[in-house]
């Protein structure tokens, strides 16, 4: 079931000529690549209370993890990212506080994401990172936060209050398997991240398939499951345990992952960042980056497609709606399925609010950056601010 990249051919886009096509690696920087339009068959909606809710998981942020930044300046840069707008557009359909919940949720591995990037925070060193992270789990899980007065040392404690407070709100709307879930969640985000570091530090570029296996974790794979499931009010536990949910969730997983590594390149380049399949292809694939970007778009569309034929497939078995209990649908109150439907309708959004986001933050597109709604075109990797282009740069 895993998908691998070989060197088919694929379309090229509009190339601006070879010299326009170059490699990512030392001495040959890259200033700008085209994005093919992607296929958007997912629906994407935005929460109701989305202003509100973004407005005061902002606030959030600052109470909380403020204290992370090294200045207002670098926290209003943050802020303006629009980073609480991913929870209202991946689960438009929530109760408003679980909305607001999960967008506290995304605001806070996304502060922690932001200083595994960079090299004078989390990201200068591995050892120090996996002290952070260790700490952080060990409070959760004993209940007891060290270090939550007004002004704690380091960035620890802060990390450990946030978790704590959000672990607070979200665990009364869990069960206990779903609790544990999480837990194991964050665990897992939090072991991406490590890896991460290292390969950035230690300069190393993975094969596709590794890259893969620790963006799952890195990206919030499990997470980005079980919120959905917090959302829709189901537990998907069972269906998990029993297995029906694996197809749905390789290819909406992967689908999530390529959209973010092609709209997220131009920070990722300049971060330097190793984990990325768009470097993986170019550096350690050997492609020049036009034509990975190209496989990249190529291969987001098939898993795209592939989830849609696995989540109808799934819809349509023993698992589907208005089938009557029998010996391939068990009665009863445990079982596996139950809130299926409402759970991939809360994958669709989860997938098609995703990339809308990727589309409209400054995150990826340079502080000041304003969306238009343009979804394809010419991007520059060098321009402070960059938006898509019609033609090439100087045509």
Known sequence: MGAT???AAVSNGPHAGDDGVRRVGPGRPAEEF??????????????PDAARIEIASNGWVRRML???????????????????????????YAEASRARNIADWYQFVTVIDTFVSDRSALG???AVAGAVFAALLDDLR???????????????PLYARAATDLWERLSPGLSRPQEARLLASLEAFLRGCS???RSKLDGRVPDFESCMRIRAESFGCAFLGLLTEYAAEVDMTGALAAGLLDEVHHHGMRQLIIVNDLLS????YRDEDTMTTVRVLCEHEGLPLQVAVDRLCALAERHEREYLAARDRLLAGPAGPSRPAGPSRPAGPSRPDDGIVAYLSGLDHLIGGSQEFEYLTPRYFGDGAVWDGSTSGWLSLTAPIARFRDAPAGS
Do not use: M
Not at 265 to 268: D, L, Q, S, T, V
């Open 142 to 156: 004993s209940g007891v936060t060290r270090g939550t007065d007004a002004e704690p040392e380091g960035t620890a």
């Open 34 to 47: 085209y994005l093919p339009p992607l296929p958007r068959l997912l629906p994407r909606g935005y929460h």
């Open 5 to 7: 990249v070989t060197t």
């Open 66 to 92: 403020g204290a992370c930044f090294a200045d207002e300046s670098d926290l209003l840069v943050f802020l303006r990212q629009r980073n609480g707008l991913y929870g209202p557009l991946t689960v438009p």
């Open 124 to 126: 200068g060193s591995h």
């Open 265 to 268: 390149w131009r920070k990722e």
């Open 195 to 197: 890896a991460e570091i």
